[in-house]
Structure formats: structure tokens, C-alpha cells
């Protein structure tokens, strides 16, 4: 699958429907041993995830902000938002004050999640499997290559993780079929800058579900 058949006008459903397993699929990890394999931990929770989905979604016309922060409740705790919104940003997070990354930080992951729950509220369904799954990574960080199995087909899901002080694995980037994600958003930062010229507008104007129409 090449690139503008992920990110065509119809295309965004189908990565967010994709990657609902790799941003997802994680996030019951609180409940596991800060020492567990990532990739069991990854294979055995998907399942729940889904269940996350099929439980809330029936609330995104009617009151979507539940429907929103049930999906973030499941992400927070192990998605690294602010480590990815600095490289969302590129060289221009050296240029922001703090301020201004705090504030594209907070506006990257709102706006992120909004989008990423509506692609996937009607996807409660899905065949997950992660492939070749390894033993315990010596290092901090580890590439965790998943299939999702879906009516469309078969997408490959590739997620990096990276293990933190305390010895938790966070999410910092997916990889949709050789679809880089960080560089996708990376690049849309870059083009509003040249667009805009200005930090401030570029988070005022900040839309995750724009890469599906500049990415082609």
C-alpha cells in the first residue's frame, strides 16, 4: 500500500482505523509489571482495547467529549505526548519558548485524540496480531511489529516504544505499512510554518486531520 492510499480523502479512516491498535493497543499497560515483555503485553491487551471502543463510541453524537476522554484516559498513561509533539516540531521547538511547547503540546495531543476517536467509532472489530513476537529487549527501547486484519485487508502496524526511568514502556511513534506517522506530522508542522511564518498561528491552526490532505 503506497503512501496516498493511506492518506487520500478516504484514506484517513482507514489509518486511523489501523493504528487504533498501535496507539491503543498499549494503553492498559498500567495494569501491567513495569518489567513485562512488551510484546506479550501488547498482544495480550488488544482485545480490551477494542472493548474501550465498542463501550463509548455509542456516545460521539451525542455527548463526544465522554466519548473523548474515555479514549484519552486509555492513552495518557502510555503515550508520550509530549515527547512527540517536540518532534512534531522539528528544529522550531528550539526556536519556542516553553510556553509555546507546553501549549503546541497540550493542542497536538486534544486535537490528536479528537480525530483519532472519530476514525475509529465505528470499529469495534478488529484481528490483531503481533509478529514475531521477541523475549525481553536488554535495551530502552524496542520496534514491536503488528498485523491488523481488517474487511480492507492486511495492514502492518510497526510501533516504537521506549522505556523509561521507572521502567514503563511509552509509545513515542507508529510506522503504518512504511508510513512514518512522526515524520507525516513533522512535515505538516513544517509546511504551516512556511505558511504562516508563526509558532502562534501554527498552533491556532493545528489540525491533526490535515496530513491526510497534504501527505499524497
Not at 38 to 55: A, F, H, K
Not at 74 to 91: E, S
Not at 99 to 124: K, M, P, Y
Not at 167 to 178: D, F
Request: aromatic share 10%.
Amino acid at each position: 500500500m503506497n503512501t496516498s492510499s493511506i492518506f487520500g480523502r478516504t484514506g484517513f479512516a482507514q489509518w486511523a482505523k489501523a493504528a487504533c491498535c498501535a496507539l491503543l493497543v498499549s494503553a492498559w499497560a498500567p495494569f501491567a509489571s513495569a518489567a513485562q515483555n512488551p510484546y506479550t503485553m501488547i498482544e495480550g491487551v488488544s482485545q480490551n482495547l477494542l472493548g474501550v471502543i465498542r463501550t463509548n463510541a455509542q456516545y460521539l453524537n451525542s455527548d463526544p467529549q465522554r466519548y473523548y476522554s474515555a479514549v484519552e484516559s486509555v492513552l495518557t498513561p502510555v503515550v508520550d505526548f509530549d515527547f512527540i509533539a517536540r518532534g512534531v516540531m522539528g528544529r522550531y521547538a528550539k526556536q519556542a519558548t516553553a510556553e509555546q511547547r507546553s501549549r503546541f503540546s497540550h493542542t497536538f495531543r486534544r486535537d490528536l485524540v479528537a480525530t483519532f476517536a472519530r476514525g475509529v467509532a465505528s470499529f469495534g472489530t478488529m484481528d490483531v496480531k503481533v509478529v514475531n513476537p521477541g523475549s525481553m529487549p536488554s535495551g530502552n527501547r524496542v520496534n514491536v511489529l503488528q498485523e491488523v486484519r481488517s474487511q480492507e485487508g492486511i495492514t502492518k502496524v510497526s510501533y516504537t516504544l521506549v522505556r523509561n526511568r521507572a521502567g514503563q514502556w511509552k509509545l513515542i511513534n507508529v510506522i503504518l505499512n512504511g508510513v512514518n506517522l512522526g515524520k507525516t506530522f513533522r512535515s505538516q508542522f513544517a509546511q504551516s510554518m512556511q505558511t504562516h511564518g508563526d509558532i502562534d498561528k501554527v498552533i491556532a491552526n493545528w489540525s491533526a486531520g490535515d496530513a491526510a490532505d497534504k501527505v499524497s
